[in-house]
């Protein structure tokens, strides 16, 4: 199945940046690869559920964002490298969470929609 490793989380003053990425390898059980897979980020706080905050396209040409993170954050691709970005810019101390990637068949914000996952990144963002 494609294995997912996330990477790049750490601790962070507010108002600062950090890019997480999302490195992938294998195929799912149906035969699909990473290229050919929408790719989304998902956060998750402490005493909170998992919730949506970016997706990419298989091609990089549809990008949709949680309006919590619109015009902050930017998801992005490089198929070649098999790697997903998200670079966080101006962070808040409410983006603190473990973030998660995500490969899915279709473009979509549900966490349902995903099969596989990796095992999360923690961020950070102190006052």
């Known amino acids: 199945q494609v294995q997912l490793v996330e990477s790049g989380g750490g601790l962070v003053q507010a108002g600062g940046s950090l890019r997480v990425s999302c490195a992938a390898s294998?195929?799912?059980?149906?035969?699909?690869?990473?290229?050919?897979?929408?790719v989304g980020w998902f956060r998750q706080a402490p005493g909170k559920e998992r919730e949506f905050v970016a997706v990419i396209s298989w091609g990089g040409g549809g990008k949709s964002y949680a309006d919590s993170v619109k015009g902050r954050f930017t998801i992005s691709r490089d198929n070649a490298k098999n790697t997903v970005y998200l670079q966080m810019n101006s962070l808040k101390p409410e983006d603190t969470a473990v973030y998660y990637c995500?490969?899915?068949?279709?473009?979509?914000?549900?966490?349902?929609?995903?099969?596989?996952w990796g095992q999360g990144t923690q961020v950070t963002v102190s006052s």
């Open positions: 995500a490969a899915a068949p279709v473009f979509g914000t549900q966490v349902r929609q995903y099969d596989s």
């Open positions: 294998g195929r799912t059980t149906s035969g699909r690869t990473f290229s050919s897979s929408a």
